[in-house]
């Protein structure tokens, strides 16, 4: 799952996106509003992580801007303000939830889940390309009502294809999304974890949906290229 943090302390970035890897979250930095901006429109981000004070622009500006170009993506505000005139100011700006410096790094984690939970309600409650389905609420994928039981990675790869469906998603697409930008992937990482999907998805007796588009990437789909 792909974050991108917005904080200008390089002591604090680093402090929030290491604890952020440790629990399993793919984490891009900057260190401007600037930058944060054209991270923000290059991506696909599930949640943003703002600080206020920032150089060039700062969080609120960023955020005020974000929201008036129609992009809903969650964001955590952090700020050292406690004022209520601050915190309404956040959230009439279009923020979704505040959070106090210094803050117990738990909480920024329960913040975070909770914003995840609810942009999840937003999303398409159930994905589908013919008889495959795939829950994004529960995490649970079935094959003409079979369940498919995958990995972490396998289902975050099939997910970026069925959100997708019948685009060939590129392979650096899909690094991008599930890595980052720094990553020690082998040449062939996704083409592994493509393979293994593919043996769970496309049994026997079933059409075959995950396609293979040589030099270029992959699709989930009914249609053969």
Not at 87 to 106: E, H, M, N, S, W
Not at 198 to 213: A, E, N, Q
Request: with cysteine; proline share 4%; net charge neutral.
């Amino acid at each position: 799952m792909k974050l991108l943090l917005v904080e200008d302390d390089a002591r604090t970035a680093r402090a929030i996106a290491r604890g952020l890897h440790e629990e399993g979250y793919v984490v891009d930095v900057a260190a401007s509003g600037e930058d944060g901006e054209q991270l923000v429109h290059a991506g696909e981000y599930r949640v943003l992580i703002v600080d206020w004070y920032l150089p060039e622009k700062d969080g609120l500006a960023m955020c005020r801007e974000l929201r008036q170009r129609g992009l809903m993506i969650p964001i955590l505000m952090l700020t050292a303000r406690d004022a209520l005139a601050d915190r309404v100011a956040a959230l009439d700006t279009g923020v979704d939830d505040y959070l106090v410096k210094p803050f117990a790094f738990a909480e920024l984690l329960a913040r975070l889940r909770a914003l995840l939970r609810r942009s999840d309600f937003s999303r398409p409650t159930l994905l589908s390309v013919d008889d495959l389905c795939m829950d994004p609420v529960r995490h649970r994928v079935t094959r003409n009502g079979v369940p498919v039981p995958l990995t972490l990675k396998e289902y975050q790869i099939l997910e970026v294809l069925m959100r997708r469906p019948g685009e060939v998603v590129l392979r650096a697409q899909i690094e991008q999304e599930l890595w980052g930008e720094a990553n020690d992937l082998t040449s062939n990482a996704v083409d592994v974890h493509v393979s293994h999907l593919r043996r769970k998805v496309d049994v026997p007796g079933r059409s075959r949906l995950l396609h293979t588009v040589r030099g270029r990437g992959f699709y989930v789909g009914t249609n053969t290229r």
